[in-house]
C-alpha cells in the first residue's frame, strides 16, 4: 500500500492543477470527411494568466462554408459575413458568401473552468484529403488576450499558440 504524505499530495495536486494552463484550444473532433458537415466544439482551456475570458473570436477559412454558429447562454453572438474567395454547392445551391468570423463576447469563464463554442458547417468536398484546415481563435479578457492563430508548418516545432485545426479526410474514412 502507498501512502503519501499531505506535501507530497499536495504537490501533485498543485502540478495537476497547473496542466489546464498549457493547454491549447483544440476541437472536441480532430478529422472531418470532405464533402460533410462538421459540428465543430471548440474548447477553451483556460482564460489569460488567471483572468476571466470574456470574448472568442473565431476566424473561418476558406473552404468552410454555410456557417451556423450555436448561441451561448450568458454570451452575445456577433458574426462578419463576407464574400467566399471560391463558390461552393450546398443542396444544389451555388453558396458565394457566408460567415467569417464568429464572435461570443460579454461571457464570462473564469480562468480555472474550461468552456465549449459550437458552429457547424460544411467541408468543401474540393479539398485535399490529408491536410489539415486551420481555424485561427483568439481569447479576450480584462487585461490581454491569448491567441491560438499560428498555422503549423511540418517539420518545425509546434508553435507556441497553435490554431486549433481539423484534418480533412475521404469521406467514408475514418482513422483514431
Known amino acids: 500500500m502507498i501512502i503519501l504524505s499531505r506535501a507530497a499530495l499536495a504537490a501533485g495536486l498543485f502540478v495537476i492543477s497547473a ?6 484550444a483544440t476541437f472536441e473532433v480532430g478529422e472531418a470527411a470532405l464533402g460533410s458537415t462538421y ?7 483556460h482564460g489569460c494568466d488567471g483572468q476571466a475570458t470574456h470574448t472568442v473570436r473565431v476566424q473561418i ?29 450546398n443542396h444544389g445551391a ?20 474550461y468552456d465549449e463554442f459550437v458552429f457547424r458547417g460544411t467541408i468543401a468536398g474540393s479539398l485535399e484529403a490529408g491536410t489539415t484546415m486551420y481555424f485561427p481563435a483568439v481569447q479576450v479578457c480584462a487585461n490581454g488576450e491569448v491567441s491560438w492563430i499560428e498555422i503549423p508548418v511540418e517539420g518545425q516545432p509546434e508553435p507556441e499558440g497553435p490554431a486549433p485545426g481539423v484534418k480533412l479526410i475521404k469521406a467514408g474514412e475514418h482513422h483514431h
Open 19 to 24: 496542466l489546464p494552463a498549457m493547454a491549447h
Open 61 to 89: 477559412p476558406e473552404g468552410f462554408f454555410s456557417v451556423k454558429p450555436m448561441p451561448k447562454a450568458g454570451w452575445e453572438l456577433t458574426t462578419v459575413n463576407g464574400p467566399y474567395k471560391n463558390t461552393y454547392e
Open 39 to 45: 459540428k465543430a466544439v471548440l474548447r477553451v482551456p
Open 94 to 113: 451555388k453558396v458565394t458568401e457566408g460567415v467569417l468570423e464568429i464572435t461570443w463576447s460579454g461571457g464570462n469563464l473564469p480562468d480555472e473552468f
